[in-house]
């Protein structure tokens, strides 16, 4: 039988085609349990802490603009040519910030701050300043932030640098995805590389802390040739993470992503792209994370793997622990003492809400008692890749091997194939699982092994 002869750093690993197959399913990324396609219309109230707890906070703000299409994105976005979308939208972000704060405990610090969108980097430099100003006068800030704006290179300037540090942004996250400029061609994002070094020496001269790179494998027209050449190309900007994403097929969610279906590559190149991305970073000196993740050994990401303190989220891995994350803005979702709540996701709902005087709350869910347990149990196969029975069942209070028991006697098969090591007192993700670790969480999970799954999820491959 043919097959897929995959180079992991020292460990030779073999996939067969069948098992790709097997594996290569529908599946959630995980960065919420449960996925968020279980939310209801039926949204909880946010409350405000109760008193004595003082967890530390994480913000997200949503700035939803972009200037052109990307073919390829799966965000929710608005792309628009008129500039003064953003002062508007500032405003009304403005209004939400205020009435979010009101239910953050006494005591609590921000200790994170997220800029995501669309494109954070459509506001103007003084829209920057505008915003960090909102965000540092209504919530209360701790000694020591990490600040992570995501910036498209094509259209950041050295004044909107200034702004971002002046703002207090530390750390900067540049959408990159290929070099090669058919496929930027075929994706609509033409960006060469000159200009990613460009912002990245802007960025480095302004006094970032850590800059990462997002690429994308599965893009249209990608080759294991051309993708090899980009990650050679990126390589010699140094940044400090990077972030390796699998396009996401959503079709029925972004019709426009159907003018490049018959330019996809299939299956087995996809996984040969991860694995040369897995493959040259590590060479290259950066620690694997996981599932999408990179980082120099002496990053705080590679740090927080070392310690396992790595936590997952919905802007995928992140450092801190035990953090109420509130998100602002169009469309985006806070998890706050274990509930789930997102935004309206169109720009006039959410406008019509603040303008009642409202949160402007589409849906939510509320965590079951047995949610927070497999949320913990999941997060540690997705973070951790490993599974120590007595840590976990100290942590939650209960037996988990017992506790478990069925969840873990359906990894027969994932055992057999190599993707996990089950020992008496814990559950290791090996190499090759680390490659199909959502297939892993998967098994946790009730509603994908009831084979009832809620919505749609794009494949796990
Ligand atoms: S990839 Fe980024 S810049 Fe491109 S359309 Fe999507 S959000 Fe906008």
Sequence with gaps: MYSVVLILIMNPITVSLDQLRKYNVPGPRYTSY?????????????????????????????????SSQCLYC??????????????????YLEREIKMRAKYIADGSEVVQIQLGGGTPTFLLPE?????????????????????????????LTPEKVDALRTAGFNRASLGVQDTNP?????????????????????????GMESINFDLIYGLPGQTVASFS?????????????????????????????????????????????LQLAIEKLTGAGYVYIGMDHFAKPDDAMSKALFDGTLQRNFQGYSTLKGVDLHGMGMSSISHVDGRYLQNKKELDAYYAELDAG???????YVMTAEDQIRYDAIMHIMCNLYIDYAQLSEQLGLDFADYFKTDIASLDDLEVDGLVR??????????????????????????????????????TV
């Design 34 to 66: 449960p996925p968020a396609t279980h939310f209801t219309e039926e949204v909880p109230s946010l409350k405000p802490q109760a008193s004595g707890l003082k967890p530390p906070l994480s913000l997200y703000f949503h700035l939803p603009f972009c």
């Design 74 to 91: 799966g965000c929710t976005n608005i792309v628009t040519g008129d500039q003064g979308k953003s002062a508007e939208y500032l405003g």
């Design 127 to 155: 829209e920057i300043e505008q915003l960090g100003e909102m965000i540092h006068t209504n919530f209360p800030m701790a000694e020591t932030i990490e600040a992570g704006v995501e910036i498209d290179p094509r259209c």
């Design 182 to 206: 058919d496929v930027q061609k075929t994706i609509a994002r033409i960006q060469p590389l000159e200009q990613v070094a460009q912002a990245n020496q802007w960025l480095r001269d302004s």
């Design 229 to 273: 050449q980009t990650i050679d190309d990126v390589l010699t900007l140094s940044p400090d993470r990077f972030a390796v994403y699998s396009y996401a097929h959503i079709p029925w969610i972004k019709p426009f992503q159907k003018s490049f279906e018959d330019q996809l590559p299939d299956v087995e190149i996809k996984l040969q792209l």
């Design 358 to 364: 409202q949160l402007p709350l589409l849906r939510g």
């Design 422 to 459: 089950r020992e008496t007192g814990g559950l290791h993700v090996t190499p090759l699982g680390r490659l199909f670790v959502r297939i892993v969480a998967m098994r946790f999970d009730p509603a994908i092994q009831s084979g009832q799954p809620k919505g749609r999820y794009s494949q």
